[in-house]
């Protein structure tokens, strides 16, 4: 890829004019298969394709398949992701992904909307977005339930309500409750909670009815969360998980005021979070809350299905 270095000069400059809060792009790894294509004008794309198989029991086989093609577009400046994604639909002609837990993965600026276009054209979806809040003065959200820091001792509470909503988003985006799922997610969230990580259960009359369970991301040069967020520590919101039978009365909104006022204690400039679009509830959910989209994840599952 002799002319990379220029490829991401411009992809860079795309970005910036695209979305302020997007960082710089980055040359992709050199450990994935490279493709590139010629476009009508002469100009020439990049891009690399990084073949994963997700480890059985792994916590990340909750949210994505077990075999991911990702493919790192460079394409600069040009409207080529179409001629991009034609090579990828090439590669895989010849590596015949098989496996239906599998899947073809793009991240992309949401606001490129000449590449979405081409993603769905493909057979992409966009099954999630990373959206991202700046630390701004929120109004006033009046208190009316008990909100605390969960402990080691509740790691049941904050399982049922983990597992509630990983059941709600298995209907609407990428999760999958796998047979494992409750032995997974048990093992990470007694890892979390015994770190003091930030997670805080919110309760009426002494039971539990909402969970937050965030962590705080340093972007910094090198770090994944650098090719993805400004620069900075920054608050990531994991999961938030209402009682099924209590959703919709306000207490999502109190605890997430909570959770933002805490992250930024501890000195986030901001927060972000992925949710899915066709999720009913969370889609309003979260622009309500001051969020918006900041990348796009396109997929397809099975891998087989890109066009
Ligand atoms: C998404 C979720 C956390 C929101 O919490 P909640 O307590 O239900 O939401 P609230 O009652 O605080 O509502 C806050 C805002 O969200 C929107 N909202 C909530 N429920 C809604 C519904 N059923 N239909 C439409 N909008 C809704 C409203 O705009 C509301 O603002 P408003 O009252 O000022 O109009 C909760 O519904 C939930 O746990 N859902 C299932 C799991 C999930 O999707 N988690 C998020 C994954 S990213």
């Not at 999720?279 to 087989?304: C, D, H, I, K």
């Amino acid at each position: 890829m002799t002319s990379a270095r220029g490829l991401v000069a411009a992809q860079s400059a795309r970005f910036t004019s695209l979305d302020p809060l997007l960082p710089s792009a980055v040359e992709p790894p050199t450990d994935g298969h490279v493709i590139t294509a010629a476009l009508a004008d002469g100009a020439r794309v990049a891009g690399v394709i990084s073949h994963k198989t997700y480890e059985e029991h792994s916590t990340i086989r909750l949210w994505s398949t077990a075999h991911v093609w990702e493919l790192l577009p460079l394409v600069g400046s040009s409207q080529g992701m179409d001629a991009l994604l034609t090579r990828f639909r090439r590669h895989l002609d010849t590596h015949q992904p098989d496996d239906e837990d599998s899947a073809c993965v793009v991240h992309w600026p949401s606001r490129d909307t000449r590449a979405a276009r081409a993603f769905l054209d493909h057979g992409l979806v966009p099954l999630s977005v990373l959206a991202v809040r700046l630390r701004t003065p929120q109004p006033r959200v009046p208190r009316t339930l008990t909100i605390r820091r969960a402990t080691p001792h509740d790691l049941d509470s904050v399982l049922e309500l983990s597992l509630a909503e990983l059941e709600y988003s298995s209907f609407v985006g990428g999760t999958i409750v796998r047979p494992e799922a409750r032995a997974v997610k048990q093992r990470a969230l007694a890892e979390r909670l015994a770190n003091a990580s930030p997670i805080w259960l919110a309760e009426r009359d002494g039971i539990a009815v909402a969970l937050a369970e965030c962590a705080i991301v340093s972007s910094e040069p090198g770090t994944m969360a650098a090719t993805r967020l400004p620069r900075g520590r920054w608050g990531y919101v994991n999961c938030v998980s209402v009682l099924p039978g209590a959703r919709g009365t306000g207490i999502g909104q109190q605890l997430v005021a909570y959770a933002h006022q805490e992250l930024h204690r501890m000195g986030a400039v901001g927060t972000y979070l992925y949710y899915n679009p066709p999720n009913p509830l969370s889609s309003v959910f979260w622009p309500r809350q001051g969020y918006r989209p900041l990348w796009t994840v396109w997929e397809v599952r099975p891998a087989a299905a890109l066009r």
